[in-house]
């Protein structure tokens, strides 16, 4: 990745709300509460017409032994080994730290062992007035460079922060992914979504804990391996409203809601042991209303215990729930394990390419004018309805319009009808269809 920039720093110094200013809107989780960045997360930022990728890192401890502080080190390590330039955040209302001083001490010796050109940039944040500005001269003592006073809430001082951040990149062309499909991975909490990611990815992307709920941002990740190219998006577990502990826990499921409505073919993750329950047909329920392609991966496949057809009565059962829009392809597999990791992979794409195929009007006319004479609509007050032709909308999911006399007479049995038709002759498998009728 290019033109990269990383904020780094001690718990609650300011580095969501920095973030958020930079990329335009509130994609970062802020709370007054510390350590509420847990994952590192990306945004695109500008500054004078240059474009570069900003990555948001939670709180780095250290000598802490909480889980989550110790794989919060890891990702911010992670962040620093991506980024071109690395803002170190320091907070001037608390003053010079002993965890500055250590993270300005981590910063150094990651800069002598990475090969990687590097830029730090000292960064004093919460200097509101000049009597703040006149106080952050104290980080001085951290020996890393010039004091670059800003308000990240008010915006003071970022302007000239980001003219010495643009200087600092090299003269390169910025990857744009924008073209690329985006694969979301949802499902409840502590199902095994973050598990899956960093191993399609093969590394420690995320943060993973036996903890649910560990997850609270949406993160993207770009994959290129194996001639495919795509985003991935890790998301926290969605809950029931009336489950939600905190105002974190509310966005963090906006998040996940976003994350589906932006995707182009969710990967819905089923616990197992636990089966498709209440909350797992309302997230399917919401990638089918937002016409998502859909594959549902029953993950911990390796805990259930296995007789004759097991998966077979367990697809069928899936199916149930997911009526009416049963065309979905399951796939049981083990993150734990890593059974079956690749397929996932494969029938995403699979989904992805059926969400955006285009049928000819001949083909249409072929497959579907016999079925259509065989099994005629029901007539309306004796009135005869007749289909004449029909035809695929051009649009990201498939849409057919069907032209006939009386349109509005057409019941939704009839509809669902032609539907499975269409799915049976053109494999549609995961993908969502609307059908219209229209008045030649």
Same mark, same amino acid.
């Given at each position: 990745?290019?033109?990269?920039?990383?904020?780094?720093?001690?718990?609650?110094?300011?580095?969501?709300?920095?973030?958020?200013?930079?990329?335009?809107?509130?994609?970062?989780?802020?709370?007054?509460?510390?350590?509420?960045?847990?994952?590192? /997360?990306?945004?695109?930022?500008?500054?004078?017409?240059?474009?570069?990728?900003?990555?948001?890192?939670?709180?780095?401890?250290?000598?802490?032994?909480?889980?989550?502080?110790?794989?919060?080190?890891?990702?911010?390590?992670?962040?620093?080994?991506?980024?071109?330039?690395?803002?170190?955040?320091?907070?001037?209302?608390?003053?010079?730290?002993?965890?500055?001083?250590?993270?300005?001490?981590?910063?150094?010796?990651?800069?002598?062992?990475?090969?990687?050109?590097?830029?730090?940039?000292?960064?004093?944040?919460?200097?509101?007035?000049?009597?703040?500005?006149?106080?952050?001269?104290?980080?001085?003592?951290?020996?890393?460079?010039?004091?670059?006073?800003?308000?990240?809430?008010?915006?003071?001082?970022?302007?000239?922060?980001?003219?010495?951040?643009?200087?600092?990149?090299?003269?390169?062309?910025?990857?744009?992914?924008?073209?690329?499909?985006?694969?979301?991975?949802?499902?409840?909490?502590?199902?095994?979504?973050?598990?899956?990611?960093?191993?399609?990815?093969?590394?420690?992307?995320?943060?993973?804990?036996?903890?649910?709920?560990?997850?609270?941002?949406?993160? /993207?990740?770009?994959?290129?391996?194996?001639?495919?190219?795509?985003?991935?998006?890790?998301?926290?577990?969605?809950?029931?409203?009336?489950?939600?502990?905190?105002?974190?826990?509310?966005?963090?499921?906006?998040?996940?809601?976003?994350?589906?409505?932006?995707?182009?073919?969710?990967?819905?993750?089923?616990?197992?042991?636990?089966?498709?329950?209440?909350?797992?047909?309302?997230?399917?329920?919401?990638?089918?209303?937002?016409?998502?392609?859909?594959?549902?991966?029953?993950?911990?496949?390796?805990?259930?215990?296995?007789?004759?057809?097991?998966?077979?009565?367990?697809?069928?059962?899936?199916?149930?729930?997911?009526?009416?829009?049963?065309?979905?392809?399951?796939?049981f597999i083990s993150a734990l394990e890593k059974q079956r990791?690749?397929?996932?992979?494969?029938a995403a794409e699979k989904v992805y390419l059926k969400r955006?195929?285009?049928?000819?009007?001949?083909?249409?006319?072929?497959?579907?004018?016999?079925?259509?004479?065989?099994?005629?609509?029901?007539?309306?007050?004796?009135?005869?309805?007749?289909?004449?032709?029909?035809?695929?909308?051009?649009?990201?999911?498939p849409i057919f319009v069907f032209y006939c006399n009386l349109?509005?007479?057409?019941?939704?049995?009839?509809?669902?009808?032609?539907?499975?038709?269409?799915?049976?002759?053109?494999?549609?498998?995961?993908?969502?269809?609307?059908?219209?009728?229209?008045?030649?």
């Amino acid at each position: 990745m290019s033109n990269t920039v990383a904020i780094v720093g001690r718990p609650n110094v300011g580095k969501s709300t920095f973030f958020n200013r930079l990329v335009g809107t509130r994609k970062a989780i802020v709370d007054e509460v510390s350590g509420v960045t847990r994952d590192r /997360h990306y945004g695109k930022a500008e500054w004078t017409g240059t474009e570069f990728s900003v990555i948001d890192t939670g709180g780095y401890v250290i000598g802490s032994t909480d889980v989550f502080e110790k794989e919060i080190r890891r990702q911010v390590e992670i962040a620093m080994q991506e980024a071109d330039v690395i803002l170190f955040m320091v907070d001037v209302a608390v003053g010079l730290t002993a965890d500055d001083e250590r993270v300005a001490k981590l910063l150094r010796t990651s800069i002598m062992k990475d090969s990687k050109e590097k830029k730090i940039i000292l960064v004093a944040n919460k200097a509101d007035t000049h009597e703040r500005e006149n106080q952050s001269g104290v980080f001085y003592k951290l020996g890393m460079g010039d004091v670059n006073s800003i308000s990240s809430m008010s915006g003071r001082g970022t302007g000239e922060l980001l003219e010495k951040v643009v200087a600092s990149f090299e003269d390169k062309k910025e990857d744009d992914f924008s073209h690329l499909p985006k694969y979301a991975i949802v499902g409840r909490p502590n199902a095994g979504k973050s598990s899956l990611l960093n191993l399609l990815l093969g590394e420690e992307r995320t943060i993973v804990t036996p903890v649910a709920g560990t997850t609270r941002d949406s993160i /993207h990740t770009h994959y290129k391996k194996y001639n495919r190219e795509f985003l991935l998006v890790d998301t926290a577990g969605i809950r029931k409203k009336r489950k939600f502990e905190d105002d974190v826990e509310f966005y963090s499921n906006l998040r996940a809601i976003r994350a589906i409505e932006e995707s182009d073919v969710v990967l819905l993750m089923l616990d197992a042991q636990r089966g498709m329950e209440a909350q797992d047909v309302n997230i399917f329920r919401l990638a089918e209303r937002n016409k998502k392609g859909v594959v549902i991966l029953v993950n911990k496949w390796d805990l259930i215990e296995k007789k004759t057809e097991t998966a077979k009565a367990y697809a069928k059962h899936v199916h149930e729930k997911c009526a009416p829009f049963k065309d979905v392809p399951v796939l049981f597999i083990s993150a734990l394990e890593k059974q079956r990791i690749m397929q996932v992979v494969e029938a995403a794409e699979k989904v992805y390419l059926k969400r955006k195929r285009r049928i000819s009007d001949e083909d249409l006319d072929k497959a579907m004018i016999p079925v259509i004479e065989a099994h005629q609509p029901s007539s309306e007050k004796g009135k005869m309805i007749e289909i004449y032709k029909m035809a695929q909308i051009p649009a990201n999911t498939p849409i057919f319009v069907f032209y006939c006399n009386l349109p509005k007479a057409i019941n939704e049995s009839y509809s669902r009808f032609l539907e499975n038709k269409l799915r049976e002759k053109f494999d549609f498998c995961g993908a969502p269809m609307q059908i219209y009728f229209r008045k030649k």
